[in-house]
């Protein structure tokens, strides 16, 4: 599939899990694409070898999402490596859960700094770049609609936060052609929320279809919001999730 050929990808937290499917698949369909990671070096050059086997170019960047001027310096970076950006997808995620007496302002800020701060200022760095056409999707959760369990007050505080930046950018940049979305996935297979981990059960329960997503499935809806078949939709919030907020 060639749907996004000459088209440029970045990708935040794109060496594992959600972001390493959805990196291949944007380049699947012909997208160059980079990505950025914090830890996983050696995944992370392993995505983007895998993605270089496909005949599209790619580049890691180290960027901690927590670095204001980090997150900032990678998008201006991909866009001067690659001559252009097309698409930003804000997938990079802090995942900080246990009883809200536990959590204090070292955690919060660390929270809203990934899952808030860094992709507004990824998306503010990125319109600098893009023309008419120009995609930004962020990857939320379904624990920004639904919270079945305690100990998930601040993430669900983060993700929630992504529903007003989402509505607010897509107003702001319709005018230029430029549209905003919002995927929220429900649990899906990955190292770090395994379906067979410890009360994967119980949670496959609380979904329509009684399974976890795999992270392809996740990766397939952005790139629909990537591709030409999702130029009218903006401002749109995507339950990904099995049913799990019905």
């Given at each position: 599939m060639n749907e996004l050929k000459d088209k440029v990808a970045l990708v935040t937290g794109g060496g594992?899990?959600?972001g390493a499917a959805i990196a291949r698949r944007l380049?699947?369909?012909?997208?160059?694409?980079?990505?950025?990671?914090?830890?996983a070096a050696g995944?992370?050059?392993?995505?983007a070898g895998e993605i270089e086997d496909m005949g599209?170019?790619?580049?890691?960047?180290?960027?901690?999402?927590?670095?204001?001027?980090?997150?900032?310096?990678?998008v201006d970076q991909?866009?001067?490596?690659f001559g252009?950006?097309?698409?930003?997808?804000?997938?990079?995620?802090?995942?900080?859960?246990?009883?809200?007496?536990?959590?204090?302002?070292?955690?919060?800020?660390?929270?809203?700094?990934?899952?808030?701060r860094a992709p507004y200022l990824a998306s503010r760095a990125a319109v600098r770049h893009m023309g008419g056409g120009g995609r930004i999707i962020s990857i939320g959760s379904?624990?920004?609609?639904?919270?079945?369990?305690g100990g998930m007050t601040l993430y669900a505080l983060s993700k929630t936060a992504l529903v007003g930046m989402t509505k607010g950018l897509a107003r702001e940049l319709g005018a230029r052609g430029i549209t905003v979305n919002l995927v929220h996935p429900g649990p899906t297979d990955t190292d770090a929320n395994p379906a067979d981990r410890p009360g994967a059960e119980a949670i496959r329960g609380l979904t329509a279809l009684g399974r976890y997503a795999t992270p392809s499935e996740i990766a397939a809806v952005v790139a629909f919001l990537a591709g030409e078949d999702g130029r009218y939709v903006t401002g749109a919030v995507v339950n990904a999730d099995?049913?799990?907020?019905v």
């Open positions: 594992r899990g959600i380049a699947e369909q012909g997208a160059d694409v980079a990505l950025t990671y914090e830890q995944r992370a050059s392993a995505v599209r170019r790619s580049l890691a960047v180290h960027a901690d999402s927590g670095d204001a001027a980090a997150v900032t310096a990678a991909v866009a001067e490596v252009r950006l097309d698409i930003v997808v804000n997938n990079a995620g802090a995942f900080m859960v246990g009883p809200v007496a536990d959590l204090g302002a070292a955690e919060l800020d660390r929270t809203l700094a990934v899952n808030v379904n624990m920004a609609e639904r919270v079945p369990f099995g049913g799990f907020t």
